[in-house]
């Protein structure tokens, strides 16, 4: 039975889209492969982890007959991308194996019944809706998703903070070293997460419940929720990073209890929300700091660059000697090696020594696009507050090191 037949590039397109998620080696095998799921000549493509699920689709069916299986990813992926761009690909399915075929290559796959693979269950309804777009969300993305924490036993590091306040989204990360903070404005906001939680207490009878504790919202007025809090594990906010596009086409962003659902163009993206409370990121970012500076963003990284040559793995600790007209950089390693660089800038509060991983610093100013930094400071042994001149949509906060 023939499937699809496409070129070998509209076919790629939605198959890349849903094999970031894939694992090669799972518990259950089956996840290793994509459910293709053919409604005339709708295909639909759709990956999971259990934890994620990623789903597409594509015009591309041949003939009107519905059917649906499951394939290994990795290796439909790696064959059409060894096919030559251009070509036409066809695929077809007979007794449990799937046959890809374009020009004289010819390949075939084994397949596993499409009613073994698990979905993802989806809430029947959810607790607020809102949109952005695409290009903002990308940003709001890129500003903080270098602070998420990578298999730290606090299970709830391990992924973005995402706020809905009012008409203000915000995402927060930090790995208990480092936090960056990022918020945008978004226009109907209020008036959309308004209406979804209207609509949960009408379906149920009642308003739709949050853990004031937890990272899952706060505050009621009129059976609407306010403010929605939920953490979106590290995996699936890399995906939507790699999935977002430039433009101003809207996210759908859904969220409920256990589960946020993100749909954009022809994507869905659901994921299971990590449990457990997020640090209360508006005590960790510092105020009231009176010592501070502007520096030169691409100066600072490029002399950050220089120094952190002679560290290692082991110790990224950097000195900076503050002083009325310049920053000294420097760094020292095991082999009594140093490096040591200069920036003039102005700062009027006396000299003051302190120390920082120059990973956290090169990591953040990597990610900026601004000319100008403003870095504010307490004495050695507080934490440094990194801004923007003029905007309080983005801080970075990072602890000391003793060097």
């Known amino acids: 039975m023939q499937l699809i037949r496409a070129s070998r590039d509209a076919l790629l397109k939605p198959l890349a889209t849903v094999s970031?998620?894939?694992?090669?080696?799972?518990?259950?095998?089956?996840?290793?492969?994509?459910?293709?799921?053919?409604?005339?000549?709708?295909?639909?493509?759709?990956?999971?982890?259990?934890?994620?699920?990623?789903?597409?689709?594509?015009?591309?069916?041949?003939?009107?007959?519905?059917?649906?299986?499951?394939?290994?990813?990795?290796?439909?992926?790696?064959?059409?991308?060894?096919?030559?761009?251009?070509?036409?690909?066809?695929?077809?399915?007979?007794?449990?194996?799937?046959?890809?075929?374009?020009?004289?290559?010819?390949?075939?796959?084994?397949?596993?019944?499409?009613?073994?693979?698990?979905?993802?269950?989806?809430?029947?309804?959810?607790?607020?809706?809102?949109?952005?777009?695409?290009?903002?969300?990308?940003?709001?993305?890129?500003?903080?998703?270098?602070?998420?924490?990578?298999?730290?036993?606090?299970?709830?590091?391990?992924?973005?903070?995402?706020?809905?306040?009012?008409?203000?989204?915000?995402?927060?990360?930090?790995?208990?070293?480092?936090?960056?903070?990022?918020?945008?404005?978004?226009?109907?906001?209020?008036?959309?997460v308004a209406a979804a939680a209207n609509e949960v207490e009408g379906a149920n009878?009642?308003?739709?419940?949050?853990?004031?504790?937890?990272?899952?919202?706060?505050?009621?007025?009129?059976?609407?929720?306010?403010?929605?809090?939920?953490?979106?594990?590290?995996?699936?906010?890399?995906?939507?990073?790699?999935?977002?596009?430039?433009?101003?086409?809207?996210?759908?962003?859904?969220?409920?209890?256990?589960?946020?659902?993100?749909?954009f163009g022809n994507v869905e993206l659901i994921s299971k929300l990590v449990e457990g409370k997020f640090p209360d990121y508006q005590r960790v970012i510092p105020s009231g700091y009176s010592k501070s500076f502007s520096i030169g963003r691409d100066d600072w990284l490029r002399s950050l660059q220089r120094v952190a040559i002679l560290t290692t793995d082991k110790f990224k600790g950097v000195r900076f000697v503050l002083s009325e007209d310049a920053v000294k950089i420097s760094s020292t390693n095991a082999d009594q090696e140093d490096a040591q660089d200069e920036i003039e800038i102005a700062f009027p509060h006396g000299s003051l020594d302190i120390g920082f991983n120059v990973s956290y610093l090169l990591d953040v100013l990597n990610n900026l696009k601004t000319e100008q930094v403003t870095v504010s400071v307490g004495d050695a042994n507080s934490s440094a507050l990194i801004t923007l001149p003029e905007n309080d949509d983005f801080k970075y906060v990072v602890m000391p090191m003793r060097i």
């Open 20 to 192: 970031g998620i894939v694992e090669r080696r799972h518990t259950l095998p089956i996840l290793a492969n994509i459910l293709i799921r053919k409604e005339g000549e709708r295909v639909s493509f759709l990956s999971t982890d259990i934890e994620v699920q990623i789903r597409t689709h594509a015009d591309i069916g041949v003939g009107s007959e519905n059917f649906a299986t499951t394939v290994a990813a990795r290796k439909l992926l790696d064959i059409l991308r060894s096919l030559p761009e251009g070509g036409e690909v066809t695929l077809s399915h007979t007794a449990k194996k799937m046959t890809v075929q374009s020009g004289k290559s010819r390949f075939n796959l084994q397949t596993l019944a499409a009613e073994e693979f698990p979905t993802v269950s989806q809430p029947e309804s959810y607790l607020a809706s809102f949109a952005l777009p695409q290009k903002t969300l990308k940003h709001l993305i890129a500003m903080v998703h270098f602070s998420m924490a990578q298999q730290d036993i606090r299970y709830y590091l391990n992924g973005l903070l995402l706020v809905v306040d009012g008409k203000q989204v915000i995402a927060v990360a930090t790995d208990g070293h480092r936090l960056a903070y990022c918020a945008v404005e978004a226009d109907g906001l209020s008036e959309t």
């Open 205 to 263: 009878g009642s308003p739709g419940a949050h853990d004031a504790d937890g990272a899952n919202g706060t505050g009621h007025a009129g059976g609407v929720t306010e403010r929605h809090e939920v953490i979106v594990p590290r995996k699936s906010i890399l995906e939507l990073q790699r999935l977002l596009g430039d433009g101003d086409e809207p996210v759908t962003i859904d969220l409920a209890a256990n589960q946020v659902r993100f749909t």
